[in-house]
């Protein structure tokens, strides 16, 4: 119903900047939550951040908090993660999510639709 697709990743050094974008597709819904997980290699799948469609409700791992930010472009349906100041453990494949919860949400397990990933490397 929803299709989303991960862009903007790749190879940077530490310290650098890389914006992550989802754009999405298909019916989509005024009160669907966009969310940002993360999986590193031997590792679960993580949080990063979400926000609703509007804006008005925006969450933040600690990890990331106040490294990464999370936005929207409501007429371009697509969701954005500036990543600010990588360091070597933010090395992961990055996914992007959609729930029709209506709420923000930190659990992967309540979000309904997911993108097929983009790898983000941070060297030192």
């Known amino acids: 119903q929803v299709q989303l697709v991960e862009s903007g990743g790749g190879l940077v050094q530490a310290g650098d900047s890389l914006r992550l974008s989802c754009a999405a597709s298909?019916?989509?819904?005024?009160?669907?939550?966009m969310g940002w997980f993360r999986q590193a290699p031997g590792k679960e799948r993580e949080f990063v951040a979400a926000?609703?469609?509007?804006?008005?409700?925006?969450f933040y791992a600690d990890s990331v908090k106040g490294r990464f930010t999370i936005s929207r472009d409501i007429a371009q349906n697509t969701v954005y993660l500036q990543m600010q100041s990588l360091r070597p453990e933010d090395t992961a494949v990055y996914y992007c999510?959609?729930?029709?919860?209506?709420?923000?949400?930190?659990?992967?397990?309540?979000?309904?639709?997911w993108g097929p990933g983009s790898q983000v490397t941070v060297s030192s």
């Open positions: 298909g019916r989509t819904f005024s009160s669907i939550i």
């Open positions: 926000t609703t469609w509007t804006g008005s409700t925006i």
């Open positions: 999510a959609a729930a029709r919860s209506g709420y923000v949400s930190k659990l992967s397990y309540e979000y309904d639709y």
